[in-house]
């Protein structure tokens, strides 16, 4: 695909753009609308009827595909279910019948839904693992429940309806589940708020536990749930540093991931202004593993040192961003980094760059001989990235690719990127890859391995270690399985080979593959076959990696880190910071 066809995506089909504009939505609200309507003025009819069970019938297929996502049951469609509880009331008024209260109380319970999602909504966690501060960070149980027991209740008024069954019995029913989600809404709409008000509470006194704690240093995160590889890369080496230091969680939706990654303090700041409680005097440094918007926020504290260590060495725009350039220190692992500003037109202070090699790769084993009679070969394509400047992913071919391969009778290991489900083309193609691999596997039990051990429980070093060839893209597991000194095939996807090859350094070590079945053998052929590019790679290898053998790959980023965090700032820049701090231990604050 080249890059003018990427800058015209695919919509998708009418289906899934009707998805996208909340079609299905809009045709339950109409359809429970009519119901309601019909029930009010005509009483029981075949019309009435029929729109109730469209609008349950499409609430119920919505329901469904969330696949399984209780939590997201809380206040959805609360407009049609009111409508549909309405138009059962309305039924239940012309009838005399027994359901009439029950109805109500259901309804007012249907009601309270959004009041406690927006309780809860203010009730996030506030901290973990930090001495002075004891809040709970999560509610007693699932709010998914208030929302079920009520869609139990609107399930048995409309079966009733449908089947005119009117008996005590149904009421009692309809009753005991509005009751029951009533009161557990209201218990945990009180549990949600004592958790605000302990969370204002830790507010008052977070700013002493962070001083009696003393960090040396803070790690700045901003990413959305799957991202903990980011920071679970370095937080092995960022803890040999040896000093403490706490983590500063702006995305409320990583908050468990992250604790479950380490016993050091993380903190959820959500907003701007609360980040100004963080800033301790021993605080000397900030390190960053990604270049999140919100990751301004605190670079705006000109008293501390600010360190990019990105989460990854590659050629995709996003590593030659000018914002970048707002870090005081940018860690890289070799030259190219430095490099690629450079032919990019992005000036940068001579000490803005650090070479620091890539401490991740210690334990990635190096090549040990030719390639065996049966190569394991690991696929690991790109995501479809953001924008059309980095859609550099392979895996819209990876059928054609992975369907080569098995054909020369190869084991493979697929590692697809964790955001490959953003886009539904590259995750259909990713479900078609491993139903190849499935197939092949029940025929030959070669071994191949495509589920969740290879994607995402194993490190991509010990991938690494199982494979003798890899397959990928411009991404940053290329340049890190140059460590290994083992083959590679890169594809190129938003320019013609030769063009590719002149503005990549890295595809010189590599054999290049374009997205057509011809180039994809012709890559692969020279991949498994005669290595041509051993030389290329261990060239390759010092001006990607810098050059750090695996005994001291590691040893080098802790040495410039502890040097970044016993840096003085600038005599204004420390004058102003002492005053500061002055000033606010006066204010008690």
Same mark, same amino acid.
């Given at each position: 695909m080249s890059a003018a066809d990427s800058s015209h995506p695919d919509r998708g089909s009418f289906r899934a753009?009707?998805?996208?504009?909340?079609?299905?939505? $809009?045709? #339950?609200?109409? *359809?429970?609308? /009519? &119901? +309601? %309507?019909?029930?009010?003025?005509?009483?029981?009819? @075949?019309?009435?009827?029929?729109?109730?069970?469209?609008?349950?019938?499409?609430?119920?297929?919505?329901?469904?595909?969330?696949?399984?996502?209780?939590?997201?049951?809380?206040?959805?469609?609360?407009?049609?279910?009111? $409508?549909? #509880?309405?138009? *059962?009331?309305? /039924? &239940? +008024? %012309?009838?005399?019948?027994?359901?009439?209260?029950? @109805?109500?109380?259901?309804?007012?319970?249907?009601?309270?839904?959004?009041?406690?999602?927006?309780?809860?909504?203010?009730?996030?966690?506030?901290?973990?693992?930090?001495?002075?501060?004891?809040?709970?960070?999560?509610? $007693?149980?699932?709010?998914?429940?208030?929302?079920?027991?009520?869609?139990?209740?609107?399930?048995?008024?409309?079966?009733?309806?449908?089947?005119?069954?009117?008996?005590?019995?149904?009421?009692?029913?309809?009753?005991i589940l509005a009751v029951a989600s009533m009161l557990f809404a209201v218990v945990l709409a009180v549990d949600g708020v004592q958790r605000i008000r302990a969370r204002r509470v830790a507010d008052r006194t977070v700013n002493d536990a962070m001083r009696a704690y003393a960090p040396a240093f803070a790690v700045h995160w901003d990413a959305g749930p799957g991202t903990g590889y980011q920071l679970a890369m370095w937080l092995p080496y960022l803890e040999r540093i040896g000093e403490p230091f706490v983590i500063i969680l702006r995305n409320q939706a990583t908050f468990d991931e992250t604790v479950g990654l380490t016993d050091r303090p993380v903190l959820l700041r959500k907003t701007h202004a609360d980040l100004d409680d963080m800033i301790v005097p021993t605080l000397r440094a900030a390190f960053y593993v990604n270049n999140a918007v919100r990751n301004a926020q605190f670079v705006r504290f000109a008293e501390l040192w600010h360190?990019?260590?990105?989460?990854?060495?590659?050629?995709?725009?996003?590593?030659?961003?000018?914002?970048?350039?707002?870090?005081?220190?940018?860690?890289?692992?070799?030259?190219?980094?430095?490099?690629?500003?450079?032919?990019?037109?992005?000036?940068?202070?001579?000490?803005?760059?650090?070479?620091?090699?890539?401490?991740?790769?210690?334990?990635?084993?190096?090549?040990?001989?030719?390639?065996?009679?049966?190569?394991?070969?690991?696929?690991?394509?790109?995501?479809?990235?953001?924008?059309?400047?980095?859609?550099?992913?392979?895996?819209?071919?990876?059928?054609?690719?992975?369907?080569?391969?098995?054909?020369?009778?190869?084991?493979?290991?697929?590692?697809?990127?964790?955001?490959?489900?953003?886009?539904?083309?590259?995750?259909?193609?990713?479900?078609t890859v491993r139903a190849l691999l499935e197939a092949d596997e029940a025929k030959t039990g070669i071994g191949h391995e495509f589920g969740e051990r290879v994607a995402s429980e194993l490190t991509i070093a010990e991938c690494f270690n199982l494979a003798d060839a890899l397959v990928s893209d411009v991404s940053s597991v290329v340049p890190d399985f140059l460590f290994s000194g083992k083959p590679f095939a890169i594809s190129t996807m938003l320019a013609p080979a030769e063009e590719f090859i002149d503005g990549y350094a890295i595809a010189a070590a590599g054999y290049v593959f374009e997205p057509t079945p011809e180039s994809i053998r012709a890559a692969l052929d020279d991949m498994l076959g005669v290595d041509t590019k051993q030389a290329a790679r261990a060239v390759a290898k010092e001006y990607y990696l810098g050059g750090e053998s695996p005994e001291s790959v590691s040893a080098r980023f802790i040495e410039a880190a502890r040097e970044v965090i016993a840096m003085p700032k600038p005599p204004a820049i420390e004058a102003a910071r002492e005053a500061d701090h002055a000033s606010a231990r006066g204010e008690g604050r």
């Open positions: 753009r009707f998805r996208r504009a909340a079609g299905p939505t $809009l045709v #339950i609200n109409v *359809a429970a609308l /009519l &119901a +309601a %309507v019909t029930a009010a003025v005509a009483g029981p009819s @075949a019309p009435g009827t029929t729109a109730a069970v469209v609008a349950i019938a499409v609430l119920a297929w919505v329901e469904a595909r969330r696949g399984g996502k209780l939590a997201r049951l809380l206040a959805s469609h609360v407009l049609a279910r009111a $409508l549909l #509880i309405t138009s *059962a009331v309305a /039924l &239940a +008024a %012309v009838g005399g019948s027994s359901l009439l209260v029950p @109805a109500v109380m259901l309804g007012i319970s249907t009601l309270l839904e959004p009041v406690l999602k927006r309780i809860l909504a203010g009730a996030v966690p506030y901290a973990a693992q930090l001495p002075g501060i004891r809040t709970r960070n999560h509610e $007693l149980a699932s709010p998914a429940g208030v929302a079920v027991g009520n869609m139990g209740g609107l399930a048995v008024l409309f079966v009733t309806d449908l089947l005119a069954i009117r008996s005590d019995a149904v009421s009692w029913s309809v009753a360190v990019q260590l990105n989460h990854g060495e590659s050629d995709k725009a996003p590593s030659y961003n000018p914002v970048l350039r707002a870090y005081d220190r940018n860690f890289v692992a070799g030259q190219a980094a430095v490099d690629r500003f450079a032919a990019h037109g992005l000036a940068t202070a001579p000490e803005y760059f650090e070479i620091i090699g890539r401490p991740q790769l210690e334990h990635v084993r190096q090549a040990d001989g030719p390639l065996p009679a049966v190569p394991t070969v690991l696929y690991a394509p790109t995501w479809a990235g953001f924008n059309a400047d980095s859609a550099y992913s392979s895996l819209g071919v990876g059928p054609e690719l992975v369907t080569q391969l098995v054909e020369r009778g190869c084991r493979v290991l697929f590692r697809p990127h964790p955001y490959t489900d953003r886009s539904p083309e590259l995750a259909a193609a990713a479900d």
